[in-house]
């Protein structure tokens, strides 16, 4: 079993950058593929981005394309969203999930993934 732990959230400026981190333990982040999830108050939780095994293949919600990028480094076992030109929509907690499936779809729906970590917030003020 994977655990995960997502850090680098916190208070911003609209317009400004973060770089989350997913940091993995128990075992190799390589056999999954993860996401990154948001949930802000009072509304569902809601895809961004995820990224393949290798790291070859990603995929990323609307509001999130060519803002965010997804990546991972599997030698140090962590996955990376960094996320520019933010906006107080991006306002939520982040969460990094993992999906064990075999084959090259990614999926985007939360109940596809099956390890998650505890969260951090990520606040943009205007």
């Known amino acids: 079993q994977v655990e995960l732990v997502e850090s680098g959230g916190g208070l911003v400026q609209a317009g400004g950058s973060l770089r989350l981190t997913c940091a993995a333990s128990g075992r190799s982040l390589s056999r999954y593929k993860v996401g990154w999830f948001r949930q802000a108050p009072g509304k569902e939780r809601e895809f961004v981005a995820v990224?393949?095994?290798?790291?070859?293949?990603?995929r990323y919600t609307d509001s999130a394309k060519g803002r965010f990028t997804i990546s991972r480094d599997n030698d140090k076992n962590a996955v990376f969203l960094q996320m520019t030109t933010l906006n107080v929509e991006d306002t939520a907690v982040y969460f990094c999930?993992?999906?064990?499936?075999?084959?090259?779809?990614?999926?985007?729906?939360?109940?596809?993934?099956?390890?998650w970590g505890p969260g951090t917030q990520v606040t943009v003020s205007s």
């Open positions: 999930a993992a999906d064990p499936s075999y084959g090259v779809v990614l999926y985007t729906l939360p109940g596809e993934f099956q390890y």
């Open positions: 990224i393949s095994k290798s790291g070859g293949i990603t």
